[in-house]
């Protein structure tokens, strides 16, 4: 779909298509700004699309297109072909290199064939030398070969060298692509497509190991109301300290991740829900202990609370059913009263 649009924007009804797009983000007080424009040239051009489907259902709604619902819309839905363009470009500049030191090593390859037959044919006239200008034709020719080679040894090593350097920055461009492509923007946690990723490998792991394995799903409370009361910038402003918060306490190997909006997982891998509770109950209270301010007015924002849910990865469970516990867990604290953290286990046994 994206080569599609693509297409359509290098083609005789481009301009249309960016008016219609121009309009229509006017038209709904979307700010043009590049994600934005990217994203509603999508949901013009194509409505249809998985994209399309939530941008409508958002307007549908009247949820608000703000600066942080953009880039979790890109980061979920753009960046595969942003990404898969990015590779493309490092995996042609590595097959070039590749090509070239083919080449040199070809070329080196054919120098020492060379140097191999003139050694053959001195063997060949030394043992058919008569006299002293025969041997010093043949020992000059000796030294010729040997110089050449030695030079073609030289360029190869530099060229080899100068290979290893550009393979070492291809791999580090890789490696910052990858590293963007798994990152939420607003946070600097994983998103939630790196956050997918890793529970599925953990629980896989887990499983393997017969180890232990907890999860946690993290909501700030009332963060609706805070938005509509206070702004988004200001909300973004607390989803950042709330990261902060669990960022810092899900440091390796643990793993940390915004799953949406205002939501928050957290991995503890070869940790119990017993062991995980204690440090979720920290996070919980280092949340609520803070008064915050509005940055651009000092304003007094009072407390945030947050609600939590967990659960610990039974034999044989996948990893949506363990989310599928954490979720439910999460719920019971928002419908206990908020700001607590509740353990599916728990909630079983007493059940």
């Known amino acids: 779909m994206s080569g599609d649009i693509e297409t359509k924007l290098r083609g005789p009804g ?34 249809d699309s998985a994209l399309g489907r939530e941008i409508a259902r958002m307007l549908s709604t ?36 590749l090509d070239a030191v083919s080449r040199a090593i070809e070329t080196a390859q054919k ?30 020719t000796l030294v010729a070969a040997t110089k050449l080679v030695q030079r073609e040894n030289k360029s190869l090593e530099r060229r080899l060298s100068e290979s290893t350097d550009q393979v070492s ?23 939630r497509k790196a956050f997918d990723e890793e529970l599925e ?21 009332h963060f609706k109301s805070f938005n509509d009361t206070w702004g988004h910038q200001t909300g973004d402003q607390v989803i950042r300290y709330v990261a902060s918060v669990i960022g810092r306490v899900g440091a390796p190997p643990r793993f940390a991740a915004r799953y949406g909006g205002e939501e928050f997982a957290l991995i503890f891998p070869r940790e119990r829900a ?16 803070r008064m915050l301010k509005r940055r651009s ?34 719920y019971v604290s928002k419908r206990s009263g908020r700001n607590r953290v509740t353990s599916a286990e728990v909630v079983a046994a007493a059940a």
């Open 14 to 47: 481009a301009y249309a298509l960016a008016r219609q797009t121009m309009d229509a983000m006017e038209a709904h007080k979307v700010w043009p700004t590049a994600v934005n424009f990217e994203l509603w040239t999508h949901f013009i051009a194509a409505p």
């Open 274 to 289: 017993d062991l995980a509770t204690v440090v979720l109950e920290e996070i919980r209270e280092e949340v609520s202990s």
């Open 297 to 330: 007015t000092n304003d007094d924002l009072g407390a945030i609370t947050i609600s939590i849910g967990l659960a610990e990865l039974r034999p044989g469970e996948s990893a949506h059913g363990l989310m599928e516990r954490a979720d439910s867990a999460l």
């Open 111 to 140: 120098s020492s064939e060379a140097y191999g037959e003139t050694l053959a044919g001195a063997s060949r006239s030394l043992t058919a030398a008569g006299n002293a200008a025969d041997l010093q034709a043949t020992v000059e």
């Open 169 to 191: 920055k291809l791999r580090e461009h890789l490696e910052q692509v990858r590293r963007e492509a798994t990152t939420d923007g607003l946070t600097n946690l994983a998103n």
């Open 62 to 97: 009247g949820e608000a297109f703000t600066d942080t619902v953009a880039d979790e819309l890109a980061a979920t839905y753009l960046p595969k072909a942003r990404l898969n363009d990015q590779i493309r470009d490092a995996g042609d500049a590595l097959t070039k290199e």
């Open 201 to 221: 490998r953990a629980c896989a792991d887990a499983g393997d190991q017969a180890q232990s394995l907890t999860l946690a799903v993290i909501d700030i409370d």
